[in-house]
């Protein structure tokens, strides 16, 4: 028989005591009588190192500390080093049910090895770094599955299930019932952690409970609180026996608790005014604080008095024995009338450990005159009326502990002490109920926030818009403002084309502005008209998309070749500047600008537009120059009737060769059907004009034009504030109708710095997302709010660098996210060289990428580079590659992962190039994140070659839905939506962007923060730092404005608890 404690921390967690290391773990184990201990943390990277530097391996699946790091123990007897069992505690926060969900779980696992490869396997989900206890936006029932698919022998355990805030069946944020929460896999659990504020006389009254082996563990964060609760199991000492007994309840021998009362979360109440409540008084007056008016935080017994199907005292046939106790050293000062924390307790506490023993044997099995000579009559006294249960209690609310009290105030005074097990909080908290008149009302038994109003949405079409999907006309132009429909109208223009006129959807183009639009416009539509097979033959896809399938196959450049040949094309005409100043102006020029506009050496464009054909590859302008020309010829021969009917999304945002595309693709069709808004023309840098509506109605005198004026997504107080912005450009003031309800006003934060907004930011998500720990959870901010998911949440700038401060200050509070759009990692050489082998790979007559990989990633030179470039034709093998001359470290990797390509995801495949050549630098890391959102390499390319801002995104990876905060530039956000949108960087110089020597376009800036300021539904957060951007002044009276506190950047500090 032995003691465990399965559930602790490291200092690696927050709130938690730097003294949480291994040597003092183990012991405060052999000082309280614990045979095994939970090592808490897997997940973190540095306590893992810990453990292996300081474990050795003891029975099979547990460890011992190493010999010379132990620390001497007080207790007598406690020689035998307590044994170390790997686990760790992760936090999930998601979306499931339409309510937003906090389930913290308890994982066991049989080792370090096995710890490892499921570290890995989350770090591609989310941040396991910032925090011992990680934050993963990821469903538990997802949780459920990782880990046994990557250790089946691992114990999944619901950790406190009955905690408020973060649990299984918490009040705020739990589930009714664990099929709910895991589904399928619900037969994978075993065993709950009742927590500290239940006992398992509650859990009995819930008979849903009773297959379920009820373990308790003390959820320590500093050693003193190790043992609060614990195990005892009768089993032998390894992982295997223990996982039995767990799994089976064969060998569980019972557990030891605290008293429920005594928990934090045992009864309803408010801890800032007070309030105290037993279920039936929060019933009465509706759930709310007779205070202050907000939500109670409804406790422990409530919610399990709401799923209770049986009475008080039930005991169902085979529960296990338990027993009650509280710390010996809180008894030592309730009985001598010392403080808990003092001197003096301590050191009588070290005495009775050497006279006696260990903490657990002197509370439960020690004789009572024994206790009496080490500690004296007090003492001993309270020994025996905890054993027999002869305390009185008062209960914790709200995060306040109760109160055990083992003396009566009549014999306080004889004993001269304060026998209250803890003393007095500082708040002036009562510990009674407090009665207060009010009309009976019921709070229901269901967890989780209100479900909010669904978003006022026209399940049909409305007038405007039926106008525009029926239309007869030629030529159709649609003026679509934000959140007035756009794709719907796009997708009933298609389903009305082929229902209603017959049209073959082979006879059907429809040009998107990403690849997620083109995704999202596939789904619609095979919902719509029943099935993928519906739309064979049709065409959806962007500009790049489209063209690409039109023209005979040439290797594609992407933006980093690109740059890499202007580099030799500015080097070989002897000409200054940067390559990617040179590139933009070479992309300018193609799109029409002439030359000296551009300021670009005529020479150095030859050189590029020479190098490109000698390499035969174009560039994505290219891409439409090719395409236009084959469209333009006499007698096109490629793809004239998938043009008969021509629809383009995001018309606003096409350049002049796209219009010419336009053109020359409608011409001879039977319909061209365009939607967009001027006010969002956001691309004036690719050639991009708000006046491209009447240019198009140049083209085609006879346009049918049409508004879209009903907004369905944002609140009033979002599009007032918008449309207040964009009436400083020219046209006028706008005349968007909201439909939906008013919602909270719009707010404007200003800060002295980027980094105390970024840090505000950070505090504000994890306060909108109702806490991201429990004692966040209960502070005036997080308590009784209806939070948000992270997938609900979207932080929005101008800039890629913008995005990084606040990146940074999210992930150090451990809130997950995604961060969408090109970053610089694919500049970098390393990155270059991997995509340029896997694009060989994958299209071996890209030989200009067989060039850039060797001389990349193989260390070959320029010259043998382009050597064996130029003796390529044709698909290659290993043997024609050996005789051109290519490294035989090439050959082995091109023999090793070719067969690899079709069968491993492209995440997998990086992953191992990464190991095999020691890359781990930031870059090729954030390329390994952006692989994680897609299924096969040729995906993964082909985004990355031609996906706009929204088509590209990385979270540390993603396999699972994981629910993340969403970090994008502005450009990258156009067409996406967001219950809540934080707007940052409103700073000037920032916003309107300030280039040296470029003058900024104010009426595009403006029309940028406009799109931004639409992706909101709900709630829209402007924030800035000093200086103040002058848009600010544009906002109207309504924005309520705040100020951020002062923050400066300090040395790490571990956070306390106590």
């Known amino acids: 028989m032995y003691i465990a404690d399965l559930h602790i921390h490291s200092h690696f967690s927050r709130a938690t005591s730097r003294d949480c290391d291994l040597a003092h773990l183990d012991r405060a184990a052999r000082n309280k009588g614990i045979g095994l201990v939970g090592t808490g943390d897997f997940t973190h990277p540095a306590w893992r190192a810990a453990m292996r530097e300081a474990l050795i391996p003891a029975e099979a699946g547990l460890y011992l500390l190493r010999g010379e790091s132990r620390l001497p123990a007080e207790a007598a007897g406690a020689d035998e080093p307590a044994r170390f069992v790997v686990t760790g505690e992760i936090s999930t926060i998601y979306k499931k049910n339409g309510k937003t969900r906090k389930v913290h779980s308890l994982i066991l696992l049989p080792g370090l090895d096995a710890a490892e490869a499921l570290a890995q396997r989350l770090e591609a989900i989310g941040n396991i770094r910032s925090d011992g206890r990680p934050i993963l936006g990821l469903d538990c029932r997802d949780l459920l599955e990782i880990t046994l698919t990557v250790c089946p022998e691992a114990v999944f355990i619901p950790a406190h299930i009955w905690t408020p805030h973060f649990s299984l069946f918490g009040a705020f944020s ?82 030891i608790e605290f008293f429920p009362e005594e928990g934090k979360y045992h009864l309803d109440g408010h801890r800032n005014c007070g309030i105290c409540l037993e279920p039936e008084e929060t019933l009465r007056l509706g759930g709310k604080c007779p205070v202050c008016g907000r939500k109670l935080t409804i406790g422990v017994q409530h919610r399990v008095l709401a799923l209770a199907d049986r009475p008080a005292g039930f005991l169902p046939l085979g529960a296990k024995p338990y027993e009650s106790l509280v710390p010996l050293q809180e008894l030592i000062a309730a009985a001598t009338g010392v403080s808990a924390a003092g001197q003096k307790a301590q050191r009588q506490y070290e005495a009775m450990l050497h006279a006696l023993g260990s903490e657990f044997f002197i509370l439960r099995e020690a004789p009572l005159e024994a206790i009496e000579r080490a500690a004296g009559p007090c003492v001993a006294e309270g020994v025996r009326r905890l054993r027999a249960g002869q305390v009185t209690r008062t209960g914790g609310y709200d995060g306040e502990y109760g109160k055990i009290i083992l003396f009566q105030p009549a014999e306080r005074e004889a004993l001269q002490g304060q026998l209250s097990l803890f003393s007095a909080p500082a708040s002036s908290a009562q510990t009674q109920s407090t009665a207060v008149p009010s009309a009976p009302r019921t709070l229901p038994p269901s967890t989780g926030s209100p479900e909010e109003a669904p978003p006022a949405k026209a399940e049909l079409l409305n007038e405007e818009q039926r106008s525009a999907v029926q239309t007869d006309a030629p030529a159709v ?19 009305h084309l082929i229902e209603a006129r017959g049209v073959k959807p082979s006879e059907i183009t429809a040009v998107t502005f990403t690849n997620q639009a083109a995704a999202e416009m596939r789904e619609r539509l095979a919902a719509r008209l029943g099935g993928k097979q519906a739309l064979s033959g049709m065409t959806i896809g962007t500009f790049h998309a489209v063209c690409l399938g039109l023209l005979p196959k040439k290797p594609l450049l992407g933006e980093a070749d690109v740059e890499a040949l202007v580099q030799e094309a500015l080097h070989a005409a002897g000409s200054h500047g940067t390559a990617q100043e040179a590139a933009r102006a070479i992309s300018r020029v193609k799109n029409g600008l002439p030359l000296e506009a551009a300021a670009l050496d005529p020479r150095v464009y030859d050189a590029y537009c020479t190098a490109c054909r000698a390499r035969g590859a174009r560039d994505l302008d290219d891409l439409l120059l090719d395409a236009l020309s084959v469209a333009e010829a006499p007698s096109p021969k490629v793809g004239r009737t998938m043009f008969h009917h021509l629809l383009v999304d995001e018309f606003q945002d096409i350049n002049a060769v796209q219009r010419k595309l336009v053109r020359a693709w409608a011409k001879g069709g039977q319909s061209l059907f365009v939607i967009g808004d001027p006010d969002q023309s956001i691309y004036g840098f690719r050639g991009a004009s708000a006046v491209c509506f009447d240019e198009l109605r140049a083209d085609f005198p006879e346009l049918y034009t049409i508004r879209l004026r009903t907004n369905y997504r944002s609140s009033p107080e979002i599009l007032t504030a918008a449309q207040r912005v964009i009436a400083h450009n020219p046209g006028g003031a706008r005349d968007l109708i909201p439909v939906r309800p008013s919602a909270p006003a719009v707010r404007l934060l200003r800060a002295d710095t980027p980094f105390s907004e970024g840090v505000w930011i950070a505090k504000e998500i994890a306060r909108m997302a109702g806490g991201l720990d429990m004692l966040s959870a209960r502070t005036p901010a997080g308590a009784g709010q209806d939070a948000h998911p992270f997938s609900e949440l979207a932080v929005l700038a101008r800039t890629h660098r913008q995005l990084e401060g606040i990146e940074a200050c999210l992930r150090h509070d451990g809130i997950p996210c995604i961060v969408c759009g090109r970053g610089s990692e694919l500049a970098d050489d390393a990155v270059r060289g991997v995509l340029a082998f896997f694009r060989f790979l994958h299209d071996p007559a890209d030989a200009l990428a067989l060039r850039t990989c060797l001389q990349l990633a193989f260390s070959a030179s320029g010259e043998e580079a382009d050597r064996i470039f130029s003796e390529q034709a044709g698909a290659p093998s290993v043997e024609t590659l050996r005789a051109a001359g290519c490294p035989e470290a090439f050959l082995a990797a091109y023999a090793e992962y070719l067969p690899r390509i079709t069968r491993e995801k492209p995440r997998k495949l990086l992953e191992r190039w990464g190991a095999e050549h020691a890359l781990a630098g930031a870059p090729f890391m954030r390329l390994t994140e952006l692989s994680a959102y897609h299924a096969n390499l040729a ?14 995104k990385r979270a540390s990876g993603k396999a699972y839905a994981s629910g993340a905060v969403r970090l994008m530039t502005l450009h990258g956000a156009k067409g996406l939506e967001f219950p809540v949108v934080f707007l940052a960087g409103l700073s000037a110089g920032a916003f309107p962007l300030q280039r040296e020597g470029v003058v900024p376009n104010l009426e595009e800036e403006r029309r940028l923060l406009f799109v931004g300021m639409t992706r909101a539904r709900d709630e829209l957060i402007l924030t800035a730092a000093y200086p103040f951007s002058e848009f600010l002044n544009e906002l109207p009276d309504s924005v309520a404005c705040e100020t951020a506190p002062k923050r400066r950047f300090t040395e790490g500090k571990q956070l306390s608890l106590f």
């Open 477 to 495: 132009a649609v003026i679509a403002g934000p959140g007035t429909g756009k794709t719907k109208t796009l997708v009933a223009r298609i389903a």
């Open 939 to 952: 995906g993964f390319l082909n985004a990355l070659a031609l996906g706009e801002e929204a088509d590209l």
């Open 174 to 255: 739990g589930f009714d019932t664990i099929e709910e929460c895991f589904e399928d896999l619900v037969g994978e659990i075993h065993a709950l952690e009742t927590g500290l504020s239940s006992d398992p006389p509650m859990n009995w009254r819930v008979s849903a409970l009773d297959r379920f082996t009820l373990v308790s563990n003390s959820d320590a964060h500093s050693p003193a609180k190790l043992g609060r609760e614990a195990n005892r199991i009768a089993a032998p000492l390894s992982y295997a026996a223990l996982r039995q007994a767990i799994q089976t309840g064969e060998g569980f021998a019972g557990t």
